[in-house]
């Protein structure tokens, strides 16, 4: 459904770095860039993922009520993400990661917040 993802920063090496190391966890090579416009890219065959100054040169900010889920291949792989973005600078937020029953069925998750404020979870959906 979603092409790319693009998120704001005020310390744009801070979140590269984060990035680098949280989105590594998960075996997504490292950003690319600056491009012209300052902003480092993520890439992986289904999408990609982006970080960088607001082009407007307003603050940056977090989306309120925002959250974006990256993909993990496995409950080891969320806690990696995890584990490797709390190292990063990032924050662990809500329940620590494991397992949650709701109603999309059994997700491996794991929540952090980015340098710059921004929600972002791994997510590994459970075999039935």
Not at 53 to 58: H, T
Not at 118 to 126: D, G, L, Q, V
Request: proline content about 7%.
């Amino acid at each position: 459904m979603f092409t790319h993802v693009t998120v704001g920063a005020n310390d744009v090496e801070a979140s590269r770095r984060f990035y680098d190391a949280a989105l590594g966890a998960l075996g997504v090579e490292p950003g690319q860039g600056p491009d012209p416009k300052g902003r480092y890219w993520w890439r992986t065959r289904l999408g990609a993922f982006a970080v960088g100054k607001p082009i407007d040169g307003e603050p940056a900010c977090h989306a309120n009520g925002g959250t974006i889920g990256f993909y993990a291949k496995d409950a080891d792989a969320v806690q990696a993400f995890h584990d490797a973005g709390v190292s990063a600078g990032g924050r662990a937020i809500e329940d620590p990661p494991g397992e949650r029953n709701g109603p999309f069925g059994a997700l491996i998750l794991a929540y952090l917040r980015d340098p710059a404020g921004n929600k972002i979870c791994a997510m590994h959906r459970k075999s039935a």
